[in-house]
């Protein structure tokens, strides 16, 4: 569940690409949760492949 990830990390940008890297959630549903669009989601990813 999306709440997990959102407990497990404390930066949300890691807990929004965790969530989507776990190919259980879409880009779409993950911002839904987090309540930002599906690109900050994209955005969140792309920063935490960079890390």
């Keep these: 569940m999306l709440i997990e990830y959102g407990q497990r990390y ?3 940008d890691e807990a929004m690409a965790r969530a989507y890297y776990s ?3 879409t ?3 993950t911002g ?3 309540g930002v669009h599906a690109v ?3 955005c969140a990813v792309r920063r935490l492949e960079k890390r």
């Design 40 to 42: 900050t989601v994209e």
């Design 27 to 29: 880009l779409k549903e």
């Design 10 to 12: 404390e930066i949300r």
């Design 23 to 25: 190919e259980t959630y």
């Design 32 to 34: 839904g949760y987090f």
